[in-house]
Every structure is written in C-alpha cells, then in structure tokens.
C-alpha cells in the first residue's frame, strides 16, 4: 500500500487539518482503517486524526479518502457524528453524544 497526500487545507472554523489523500493498493489487497491511520501517523504524529471517509476508485487498485487532523480531542467529539469517532476508536460505546 502507497499513500500520497493530495491536498491539505486549514478549516480555522473547526481548528482542523483536512487531508485528502490518495492510495495505490497491491492486486486484491484490503485497505484496513489502521493501516491507512499508521500511515497518515508517520506524517502527522500529534493531534486527534479521525479518517472521515475512504472510498475504493472502480475499477482501480486504489482508493481516496479524507482524515481530519484535530488539535483538541474535545472539539472532535463536538464536531464530528458518534458513528465516525466510534470508527476511529475516539467514543467507546458507552459514552452518548
């Protein structure tokens, strides 16, 4: 798996990084959350990274997706539905937005 970011903006209303990004998959392979989070990491290691959406590209090995890049935590939870954090491993399941 290659990942090359794309494009990254500053969102100052949320105090947030977008990162699109773009990833080259072997034949057949599965792109797994944490795999792509380990490599977006070895870019960005501080702050809150919530992979908002990743999507394959038909008829390719390759996909495109999207991660914020949040200083606070906090403002995470505030911002983003309970189903995204719940995916990326911010809100257990017993905590309620």
Same mark, same amino acid.
């Given at each position: 798996?290659? @990942?090359? #970011? +794309?494009?990254? +903006?500053?969102?100052?209303?949320?105090?947030?990084?977008?990162?699109?990004?773009?990833?080259?998959?072997?034949?057949?392979? #599965?792109?797994? @959350?944490?795999?792509?989070?380990?490599?977006?990491?070895?870019?960005?290691?501080?702050?809150? @990274?919530? *992979?908002? +959406?990743?999507?394959? *590209?038909?008829?390719?090995?390759?996909?495109?997706? *999207?991660?914020?890049?949040?200083?606070?935590?906090?403002?995470?939870?505030?911002?983003?539905?309970?189903?995204?954090?719940?995916?990326?491993?911010? @809100?257990?399941?017993?905590?309620?937005?």
């Amino acid at each position: 798996m290659e @990942l090359k #970011i +794309t494009k990254e +903006t500053n969102d100052k209303y949320f105090d947030r990084k977008v990162i699109e990004f773009h990833i080259k998959k072997e034949n057949k392979e #599965i792109v797994k @959350l944490e795999d792509v989070k380990g490599k977006l990491r070895e870019r960005f290691p501080e702050g809150t @990274l919530i *992979v908002y +959406t990743l999507k394959n *590209v038909y008829g390719m090995n390759a996909a495109n997706g *999207v991660a914020h890049l949040y200083k606070d935590e906090a403002v995470a939870k505030k911002v983003l539905q309970p189903f995204i954090l719940k995916k990326n491993g911010v @809100l257990n399941g017993k905590e309620k937005e």
